[in-house]
T-cell receptor, first 116, second 116 residues
Framework: AQSVTQLGSHVSVSEGALVLLRCNYS??????LFWYVQYPNQGLQLLLK??????LVKGINGFEAEFKKSETSFHLTKPSAHMSDAAEYFC??????????????FGKGTKLSVKP | DTEVTQTPKHLVMGMTNKKSLKCEQH?????MYWYKQKAKKPPELMFV???????INESVPSRFSPECPNSSLLNLHLHALQPEDSALYLC???????????????FGDGTRLSIL
């Protein structure tokens, strides 16, 4: 069965500092992995996805993630944090459910705070 | 602006009321999803429709009744809800569920439901 674990329920960085949000996955088959962001009172917005085409995936808003099979990780990074990056971030893996693909299993989420 | 539109944005109802949540997308997607999200938690899958047919029901109580009238619309009918059903209800869509699981889901901004 697939699952994802996000390390750290809350991460705080200073504006301009590196953002690193950690996600480890468990999957018996090659996984499809996603990062979503949720701003207050909004739905989830796709940041980026890994679908095996390239191990380094670039997303929106300057975020990127690297798929490392040896470490079963898919950590999200951004070189320089901006105040507008403050939000909840969810890592997710696509679940194979009775032959039906595409259902997501979410991690518990990491709340990112950005200090001025 | 999200491409998945949910109405209403907020709903307050008593335990004896009947109400409906509505979700609409015009991206030509053939899979649509209902999620429930409690505060500070990840979304939990409730229902999946694939090509207008219910394909997954995650053991949701019968007081929640989904309906997919056509490929663009998804409703969630509510009746005799309990206070613990208060949550953010998110709708999502994806191209379909017959692929390899690499298709991202697009989320609406949700309906915030409060049960008195």
């Amino acid at each position: 069965a697939q699952s994802v674990t996000q390390l750290g329920s809350h991460v705080s960085v200073s504006e301009g500092a590196l953002v690193l949000l950690r996600c480890n996955y468990s999957s018996s088959v090659p996984p499809y992995l996603f990062w979503y962001v949720q701003y207050p009172n909004q739905g989830l917005q796709l940041l980026l996805k890994y679908t095996s085409a390239a191990t380094l995936v670039k997303g929106i808003n300057g975020f990127e993630a690297e798929f490392k099979k040896s470490e079963t990780s898919f950590h999200l990074t951004k070189p320089s944090a901006h105040m507008s990056d403050a939000a909840e971030y969810f890592c997710a893996v696509s679940r194979n459910y009775g032959g039906s693909q595409g259902n997501l299993i979410f991690g518990k989420g990491t709340k990112l705070s950005v200090k001025p | 602006d999200t491409e998945v539109t949910q109405t209403p944005k907020h709903l307050v109802m008593g335990m004896t009321n009947k109400k409906s949540l509505k979700c609409e997308q015009h991206m030509g997607h053939r899979a649509m999803y209902w999620y429930k999200q409690k505060a500070k938690k990840p979304p939990e899958l409730m229902f999946v429709y694939s090509y207008e047919k219910l394909s997954i029901n995650e053991s949701v109580p019968s007081r929640f009744s989904p309906e997919c009238p056509n490929s663009s619309l998804l409703n969630l009918h509510l009746h005799a809800l309990q206070p613990e059903d208060s949550a953010l209800y998110l709708c999502a869509s994806s191209q379909d569920t017959r692929g390899r699981g690499n298709q991202p889901q697009h989320f609406g901004d949700g309906t915030r439901l409060s049960i008195l």
